[in-house]
């Protein structure tokens, strides 16, 4: 069973602060996607990493993906009040022909000025 | 382009009702899913479909039917709706290639509340 975990689910962070949320995946998968969602809102996509040793940067973000670790990153340099939002990892996978595109519980950040 | 659009943005039921929502996408895109968000969880895969015609089942499938007669449209289909199905719901699209899974375009959501 594909199982993804965020860590933390919480955290309050001070403006300027560096931070990383974390994202670990229980099988073999080689797509890993970031979302953002802001209160009462729907979701916006961030990254998408398609193999090992992937980095993408936006702004003040950067995620990056380890396949063999099973392990993805996020994170926020020098963080502004805009950023603070729910984010939620997802991993993908096909079993038994079956897609499976599964989500993290979400981490959601407050920045605070 | 609207992008991604759900119809209704909230409805009320009563146990045992039944109700379809509505999701369309003016992009071309080959993948439609239906998600569900309850609070302090990730989304979670309902269903989706591949191609017109075509619909196949995601992580929680029970006490929900889908349809896509149009590549534009895919709809959600309550049959009986049970408290449990209190969610909001989300819609994504998505145009993929052969080689990769490209990112998912989500809709503003549905709030459903089952009494």
């Known amino acids: 069973e594909l199982k993804v975990e965020q860590n933390p689910l919480f955290l309050s962070m001070q403006e300027g602060k560096n931070y990383t949320i974390y994202c670990n995946y229980s099988?073999?998968?080689?797509?890993l996607y970031w979302y953002r969602q802001d209160p009462g809102k729907s979701l916006e996509s961030l990254f998408v990493?398609?193999?090992n040793g992937a980095v993408k940067q936006e702004g003040r973000l950067m995620a990056s993906l380890d396949t063999k670790a099973r392990l993805s990153t996020l994170h926020i340099t020098a963080a502004v009040h805009d950023l603070s939002a729910t984010y939620f990892c997802?991993?993908?996978?096909?079993?038994?022909?079956?897609?499976?595109?599964?989500w993290g519980a979400g981490t959601k950040l407050i920045i605070k000025p | 382009n609207a992008g991604v659009t759900q119809t209704p943005k909230f409805r009320v039921l009563k146990t045992g009702q039944s109700m379809t929502l509505l999701c369309a996408q003016d992009?071309?895109?080959?993948?439609m899913y239906w998600y569900r968000q309850d609070p302090g969880m990730g989304l979670r895969l309902i269903h989706y479909?591949?191609?017109?015609?075509?619909?196949a089942k995601g992580e929680v499938p029970d006490g929900y039917n889908v349809s896509r007669l149009k590549k534009q449209n895919f709809l959600l289909g309550l049959e009986s709706a049970a408290p449990s199905q209190t969610s909001v719901y989300f819609c994504?699209?998505?145009?993929?290639?052969?080689?990769?899974?490209?990112?998912?375009?989500f809709g503003p959501g549905t709030r459903l509340l089952v009494l």
């Open positions: 997802a991993v993908d996978t096909w079993v038994d022909s079956n897609y499976q595109l599964i």
């Open positions: 099988t073999t998968s080689d797509r």
């Open positions: 990493l398609l193999s």
């Open positions: 992009m071309n895109h080959e993948y």
């Open positions: 479909s591949v191609g017109e015609g075509t619909t």
């Open positions: 994504a699209s998505s145009y993929t290639t052969t080689a990769s899974q490209e990112t998912q375009y």
